[in-house]
């Protein structure tokens, strides 16, 4: 079955000001003819005022451009939004050519995830071949980072900073009376996971499954995230020493593939 996403999230609070800069942004390129600033204000419901010190913001750092009939086109800047969307999305397709091979190769369902602010995120993911195997995976898994494999294997390898920061994070979201005994756990274990070079749980996130991760890097050899399996416990225990083997060549190709920046 899978795993609750949790409980619908509460509106977030917004920059009114960002907000209305992107909206300018957007009635300049979905506009079918150009427009100029009068007419954006006007789609918008803005004063004029306002909607100048927005197109002033915008002309400085080159994201819209006036011509010389006073309308508005989109500046060259915006191309890098598209650039980094494209990346993204080639990205993501690698991600998930990525996990498809690493489960053809374990034959056990396989995932990758990234470092995302504070967290661990599950990006990409690929069940496995077996009629019996692990379940319980979604894009965007994240959370309880002390309990989940790959939560464990980015703790192990971020630098000290970071590490900080994220467990700092997860003890706030736990009740007070379990603070002391996972940081104790964190402090035993992270430094084990260091020195062989891959974490496992076992049951421990998900009762009846086993998780094996290994972390990836960028080319500075910051923490990227973490790559792995999930196997039925049983399995996993039987072929731990292939699957771990197979889990830690894999973090060391996406090293190679994603730890770029291309």
Known sequence: MRQAAGAEASTPSTLQTVERALSFLE??????????????????????????????????????VRQPDLTLRIGHRAGLLYDGY???????RLMADFVQHLAADTAETAWISNVVGLDVVLTAFS????AVRAAGLYVGLSGQTHRRSSGRAVLAFADDELREAMIAKLLESLPKADRKSVRAMLDQ????????????DDGEFNPGVLGIAAPYFSADASILGAVGI????????????DLTDKVVAAANEATRLFGRGD
């Open 27 to 64: 009635v300049v390129a979905e506009s079918p003819t150009p427009v100029t600033v009068k007419e954006v204000a006007e789609r918008l419901g803005l004063n004029i005022t306002t909607c100048y010190h927005l197109y002033n913001t915008l002309v400085f750092r080159e994201y819209v």
């Open 86 to 92: 494209r990346r993204s999305l080639s990205t993501q």
């Open 127 to 130: 069940d496995g071949p077996q």
């Open 189 to 200: 274990e992270l430094p084990r996971i260091a020195e062989r070079g891959w974490a496992i």
């Open 230 to 241: 999930w196997a039925p416990a049983e399995r996993g225990r039987a072929l731990l020493d």
